[in-house]
């Protein structure tokens, strides 16, 4: 769940199946790396950003049938915002050319993206049992908040509180090293 | 708006959906309206009903309601923001090969003099302009219930939906047109479906944005 990628598909197939907190999780998310992709393709332009930012969700939110589940979401939201980037451009009557780039660049802000740290991430995660580890996952690296978190893993907030304070003071323990040795 | 507002506003106003796609009562909406051009326009070929019982007739139809088929299955494709078109498209090119396999066997069965009559038939001047007459009917239906998808390359999915159309056109014209070889098929069929898409790429560069 340390996948960016995986974490807003999920929130993307609720979405989808009609759930109000996991779209305004969703759009929420992804939107900062939208402005961050748009603003970086509109030089000269930075000032019309934030309203195709808004026809860009306005867009998953009216498209977001044609997702299909068995697929990359960022795929998906990255195909979406270049047409509109490029709609936006033609009607400005600049001629353009976006390369069909890496999907990945939405995944680019906000996200541990080296494959390494990542992997030693969920390396120092796996230690923790699988209910704490989830809830961390949320609240640390998912972007919910400790009340949603505690929602979706089953804790109650106090429940939940202790028990990420818990298990980052275990985490930390294990990463420190061993006494007398350093 | 503010776009924490905006998307306050979306959230709040989200319902289930199902996958996009074009929904099958256009599809038959649109072959029945093409029916109905055939019906009002052209009329139903004399011989119908004997002709049903052969295989020619049958074959015609299985070659456009095959290529209706793989239509659909691009369009659907390019309806999809970021999935790859390419499959589809290769399931267009294959299917007018079969058709082009299956008229050279029968060429190469046919005695060389009678080539000319089985690849131009009695109707091949006015074939194709039937089909894109047929399609007109079709049009609208097909490009209304394409409304559903979102399609990110407006000239190919416009293509796509001409051809959709062309082919649904086509079969229906098969209700009307007494030609019955594979080569006047393979050739004058696949050109009224190609004009169609051809037609279908220039509107939807302009008719398809959202």
């Not at chain 1, 961050?36 to 934030?50: N, S, V």
């Not at chain 2, 905006?6 to 074009?22: F, Q, S, T």
């Not at chain 2, 049903?52 to 239509?71: D, E, I, N």
């Not at chain 2, 190469?108 to 047929?134: E, H, K």
Request: proline letters at 5%.
């Amino acid at each position: 769940m340390i996948d960016r990628e995986a974490e807003l598909k999920r929130l993307m197939i609720r979405g989808l199946d009609g759930d109000p907190v996991a779209w305004r999780m969703l759009l929420t998310e992804i939107r900062p790396a939208l402005a961050g992709f748009l603003q970086r393709r509109l030089a000269g332009h930075e000032a019309d950003t934030e309203d195709l930012v808004q026809d860009c969700l306005i867009a998953i939110h009216a498209k977001r049938a044609t997702y299909d589940r068995t697929r990359p979401f960022t795929a998906w939201a990255y195909a979406i915002a270049r047409y509109k980037l490029i709609d936006h451009l033609r009607r400005q009557g600049r001629r353009v050319s976006i390369p069909i780039e890496d999907a990945d660049v939405l995944l680019a802000d906000h996200t541990v993206e080296d494959g390494v740290v990542r992997r030693d991430l969920g390396k120092l995660l796996s230690i923790l049992p699988r209910r704490q580890r989830r809830l961390v996952e949320d609240v640390r690296l998912g972007g919910y908040s400790v009340a949603e978190a505690a929602a979706r893993n089953g804790f109650t907030e106090g429940a939940a509180k202790v028990s990420v304070h818990r298990s980052l003071k275990t985490l930390n323990a294990s990463i420190q090293p061993p006494r007398g040795q350093s | 708006m503010k776009t924490d507002d905006l998307i306050n506003a979306l959230a709040a106003g989200i319902e289930p959906v199902r996958p996009a796609r074009i929904h099958p009562l256009w599809i038959a909406a649109a072959f029945a309206a093409s029916v109905g051009g055939v019906l009002l326009l052209l009329g139903l070929r004399p011989d119908l009903s004997s002709a049903m019982t052969g295989p020619t007739f049958w074959l015609k139809a299985l070659y456009t309601t095959a290529m209706a088929g793989v239509a659909l299955f691009l369009v659907t494709r390019l309806g999809r923001p970021g999935v790859a078109a390419r499959r589809a498209l290769y399931g267009v090119f294959g299917t007018v090969g079969v058709a082009l396999v299956v008229a050279g066997v029968e060429l190469a069965l046919t005695p060389t003099a009678d080539w000319t009559r089985s690849w131009l038939g009695l109707t091949w001047t006015y074939c194709a302009r039937n089909i894109l007459m047929m399609s007109v009917f079709a049009a609208p239906l097909i490009w209304l219930g394409a409304r559903p998808l979102a399609p990110t390359r407006p000239m190919a999915s416009g293509a796509a939906l001409g051809l959709l159309t062309g082919a649904i056109a086509a079969t229906a014209y098969g209700l009307h047109c007494p030609e019955a070889t594979s080569p006047f098929v393979a050739t004058w069929y696949t050109l009224g479906m190609a004009l169609a898409a051809a037609i279908g790429a220039v509107i939807g560069r302009f008719a398809l944005r959202w």
